[in-house]
């Protein structure tokens, strides 16, 4: 795809939503972690149930640490491989605890020295506690930006580093959260909603609905 393409993509997605962000609610970097965590192969809307009762009760690293692996089970049982993540949102927070002074890391490399935090993972919160332009993909950047001709990939690592060259600096921040939105509501998975898609005219996806 060209850049002038490119750069119409992203003038017209900020147009329609100029201060994007993510669907998970927390109300500090502690809590967003937990959320990010939770929520793989998961819906924001089931974690955001999950985590309103959650957090209430644990929502700095040694509340959740006091909570114990066990009781959390009992808080997120209703979210895929609870069991896992509740043993590594417990393993997490006694390290944020030893190893940061129980604050939220800022690097990428101290974030995925953490249990259950990849690069996806690590991405969200630079990007979102941190304000830098990284970029998360996960399924749904991965299949929007193949789709409409952004990036090319076998992996989510070969788009994320393709998109971070061919987006714009000033739009690199918030792309993030443009493509999950773009990918979850308008460019579905199983029947895009071409019609209705703001983009649709730089679109490069050849198996349009329209």
Known sequence: MDAKKIRAI????????????????YHNPFELLV??????????????KATQI?????????KMVKLGEAKLRDYVRTIG???NKAKNVILTSQLLIDQFNSNIPATREELESLPGVGRKTANVILNTCFKQ???????????????IGLARGKTPLSV??????????E???DAHHWLILHGRYVCTARKPKCPACIINPWCEFPDKTV
């Open 35 to 48: 959320a990010v965590i939770l929520s793989a192969q998961a819906t924001d809307k089931a974690v955001n």
């Open 10 to 25: 992203f003038a017209h997605l900020k147009q329609a939503n100029p201060n994007p962000t993510t669907e998970l609610v």
């Open 160 to 169: 994320e580093e393709q998109l971070m060259k061919v987006i714009p600096k």
């Open 133 to 147: 332009p990284v970029i998360a993909v996960d399924t749904h950047i991965f299949r929007v930006a193949q789709r």
């Open 171 to 173: 739009y690199r921040h």
């Open 81 to 83: 491989l609870y069991k």
């Open 54 to 62: 959650l957090f209430k009760i644990a929502n700095t690293p040694e």
